[in-house]
C-alpha cells in the first residue's frame, strides 16, 4: 500500500509537469513545426536516459523489446493525431477530446480483458471527463475535423492499457528507452520530408529542454513504473489532473483568468482523483491485476 501511495504522489508530479509543459510549449509552437518539435524533443529524452544509464542497452531483448516498439508506436500515433486534430479544431475541444481517455481505459479494458470497472472507478471517470469539459470548453463548437482528435484519444488509452499488462515484470527503464526511442523516429519520419527546422532561440530550446527532461523521460519512466503496480482505469483518472495543472499554470503566469467555471471544473476533478484512492475496506491487492480474457 506504502507502494501504491508513492505512485499516486508520483503520477501526480507527471501531470504537473505536463501541465507545465504545455504553458512553457504554448509560445514556442509559434516558432517551430510540431513534427520537428517533437522529434528533438523525444530524441533528447531518449539519449538523456541512455547516457544516465548506459547499462539500459544490455537489457533491449527479448519482448521488452517488442512491447517497448508496440507502446511507442501507439504513443507516437497518438500525437501525431493530436496534432492534426489541434490544427483542424480549437485548442479548448482538443485538450476535452484527448482527455476522454480517462472513459475509454475502462471500456477497453472491458472489452479486452473482460474486465467490467468496479462502480466506484466509472463514477470517478464520469466526475473527470464532467470537470474536464468545465475546464476545457468555453464557447467551442464540434466539427469533423475532431475524429483525429477521437483517434488521438484512443491511442492514449491504448497506451495506457498497454502499460498495464506489459509493464509488470519488465526492466522499466529499458521499457521507456524503446518506447520514447520509438516516438523520436514516428516523429522524425513527419519532419524530415520537408526539412528539418532547429529551435530558433532560447525561449523554443527552453522548452524543448525542459519537456525532454521532465514531462518525457521523467513522466514516461514513472508512468511506465506506476502502471507496473496500479489499475490501468485509476492511473487514466490521476493522469487527468494534468488539465487542473495546466489551467493553474496559466493563470499564474497570466496566460488566463481565473473564472468559476474553472473552479468548479478543478474541483470535480479532484473528486474524482480522491474517490479513487481514498482508502476503502473493499480495496485488495488482486484489484491491480489483469485477469486475462476466457478463450
Known sequence: MKKNGLAVLALLFVTIAWGASFVAMKPAMEKIPVFDFLAIRFTIAAALMIVVKPRVLKAFRGKTIIY????????????????????????????????????????????????????????????????????????????FGQIWTILCALGFALHIVGLGRWS???????????????????????????????????????????????????????????????????????????VVFAALTSIAVGQEVLSLQTVFGGALMLAAMLLIEWPRKDSEPGELVYEPMPH
Open 68 to 143: 517497448g516498439v508496440i507502446l511507442g508506436v501507439i504513443l507516437g500515433f497518438s500525437y501525431v493525431t493530436q496534432t492534426i486534430g489541434l490544427k483542424l479544431s480549437t485548442a479548448a475541444i482538443t485538450s476535452f477530446i484527448t482527455g476522454l481517455y480517462v472513459i475509454l481505459t475502462p471500456i477497453l479494458i472491458w472489452m479486452i480483458f473482460n474486465k467490467k470497472p468496479k462502480s466506484i472507478v466509472a463514477i470517478g471517470a464520469v466526475l473527470a471527463t464532467l470537470g474536464l469539459g468545465l475546464i476545457t470548453i468555453k464557447d467551442a463548437t464540434f466539427d
Open 168 to 242: 509488470p515484470g519488465k526492466d522499466v527503464y529499458a521499457l521507456t528507452v524503446i518506447q520514447l526511442t520509438t516516438v523520436a523516429l514516428v516523429c522524425w519520419i513527419g519532419a524530415l520530408p520537408d526539412g528539418y527546422q532547429a529551435p530558433v532561440d532560447g525561449e523554443v530550446w527552453f522548452a524543448v529542454l525542459f519537456t525532454a527532461v521532465f514531462a518525457t523521460a521523467m513522466a514516461f519512466f514513472i508512468q511506465t513504473w506506476a502502471q507496473s503496480i496500479m489499475d490501468a482505469s485509476r492511473v487514466a483518472i490521476i493522469l487527468t489532473m494534468e
